[in-house]
């Protein structure tokens, strides 16, 4: 079982519309989760990142935690067609303070 | 400038063959990380470092080493590159706050192994 899952994608959502991302996870003791974006060719940008159960929300980004059913998803409001790159999900696990992260999520926003 | 540089950005280069990427970082984290990308595969970790004197393994370090030059510098080499080394290679660098660790990306190396 991956430590760190996501549905590889792609997903298609019409401009404006929500996208909405998930991610679960199989350490139960992580405690950080950060969602990336990533560019074809380029290097993961953070977009977001959670600790507290529930929601924390920065601008059209929401992200949203659940430990006890161990998935944390992000949403975005009004995709825009510059929102259309790999979401990653990375989760804080062990005592070292390293990242595993998912296997990305492809997002295209159609005009 | 960018807070995290790669060197080089993209290397082509033959079987056998020592190879080193560098990573400089301005910063002041302590912390630095070596990933290779590869489609499908996702992120994974092959070497991490906590500062100067500490050098950890990651989950692929064989056919890897490293070495922590200072504070801002942290180099990959691969002692004799093979063909499936070829790969997006990032460095990264991270920060705690209070609540959480944080890592940030360099621009990343495009290498080809032939």
Redesign the interface.
Known sequence: QKEVEQNSGPLSVPEGAIASLNCTYSDRVSQSFFWYRQYSGKSPELIMSIYSNGDKEDGRFTAQLNKASQYVSLLIRDSQPSDSATYLCAVETGTASKLTFGTGTRLQVTL | DADVTQTPRNRITKTGKRIMLECSQTKGHD?MYWYRQDP??????IY?SFDVKDI?K?EISDGYSVSRQAQAKFSLSLESAIPNQTA?Y?CAT?D?DR??????????T?LLVL
């Open positions: 912390r499908g595969l996702g992120l994974r970790l991490y950890n990651g997006l990032f991270s705690r609540f959480q660790e944080t890592q940030y990306f360099g621009p990343g495009r």
